[in-house]
């Protein structure tokens, strides 16, 4: 039984420079989520998705970020022009139903 | 606004003391109530759930949390802790968009 998985796990790039994110849920879960943890927060819902439909996007999703689902499996998230604030913990999660979500390991993140 | 809070930002405990920790949650509708644990540098790990029905849930590693609608709260317990369950403790409420609290750290002693 293989869980949602996440790559890469880390990241370090220089500002300015575009980095994508990609994440592969549970075999047949039809939701997916992105997440960011910041350092000693909670995790924050960025956007979701029911298979390739992306329902719901946070106000933390600036114009920089995007993400994918495109034939309703795994997912990207791409972030533009990245900021040192954007320096995180990417985690994706995904879930059969939306009542009960499994997370990824998650993609750490570092702007320098 | 719906909210989660977790008031202990930090707890201690030795091993095999017992174990609480807090969750209260503001949440308009019917709130479906989680606990994840996640370990240093990884994801979140998913512990127990409250939907409905009994307001005791059991879950993994045997831990347990209670609903107490009236208090609007759902904390986890533990009747003896392993220094392995040393690690970051969130509470979450909500459907599809979770909404989650800043995490309890537990540590353990010896």
């Known amino acids: 039984d293989t869980g949602v998985s996440q790559d890469p796990r880390h990241k370090i790039t220089k500002r300015g420079q575009n980095v994508t994110f990609r994440c592969d849920p549970i075999s047949e879960h039809n939701r997916l989520y992105w997440y960011r943890q910041t350092l000693g927060q909670g995790p924050e819902f960025l956007t979701y998705f029911q298979n390739e439909a992306q329902l719901e996007k946070s106000r933390l999703l600036s114009d920089r970020f995007s993400a994918e689902r495109p034939k309703g499996s795994f997912s990207t998230l791409e972030i533009q022009r990245t900021e040192q604030g954007d320096s995180a913990m990417y985690l994706c999660a995904s879930s059969p139903t939306g009542f009960e979500q499994y997370f990824g390991p998650g993609t750490r993140l570092t702007v320098t | 606004a719906q909210s989660v809070t977790q008031p202990d930002i930090h707890i201690t405990v030795s091993e095999g003391a017992s174990l609480e920790l807090r969750c209260n949650y503001s949440?308009?509708?019917?709130?479906?109530l989680f606990w994840y644990v996640q370990s240093p540098g990884q994801g979140l790990q998913l512990l127990l759930k409250?939907?409905?029905?009994?307001?005791l849930v059991q879950g993994i590693k045997g831990f347990e949390a209670e609903f107490k609608r009236s208090q609007s709260s759902f904390n986890l317990r533990k009747p003896s802790v392993h220094w392995s369950d040393a690690a970051e403790y969130f509470c979450a409420v909500g459907t599809d968009k979770l909404i989650f609290g800043t995490g309890t750290r537990l540590q353990v002693f010896p």
């Open positions: 949440y308009g509708a019917t709130p479906y």
């Open positions: 409250y939907f409905s029905g009994d307001t």
